[in-house]
């Protein structure tokens, strides 16, 4: 996979406030925000892989799954 390039007009700036209530949270409250965004991920994508490939097992879904989280290739 090359190197992307850097693209100003995709910089997404964060409200001054919501940095304010990111910063003040606990380290464990950070990591379940993380570990939450993940699972809703897996659980969005899973849904599309079912709705477009419904003859799909679920080890193929699973498979394609972690392929897409991890930006496999292969």
């Keep these: 996979m090359g190197q992307r390039s ?3 007009r995709r910089i997404e700036v964060i409200d001054d406030d919501v940095a304010e209530i990111l910063r003040r949270k606990a380290p464990a409250e950070k990591m379940e925000m ?4 993940n699972r809703t991920m897996r659980l969005r994508i899973e849904g599309a892989l079912r709705t477009w490939h419904p003859q799909w097992t679920d080890e193929q879904v699973a498979r394609e799954v972690a392929r897409r989280m991890t930006r496999a290739t292969g």
Excluded: L
């Design 6 to 8: 850097f693209d100003p």
């Design 34 to 37: 993380i570990f939450a965004a």
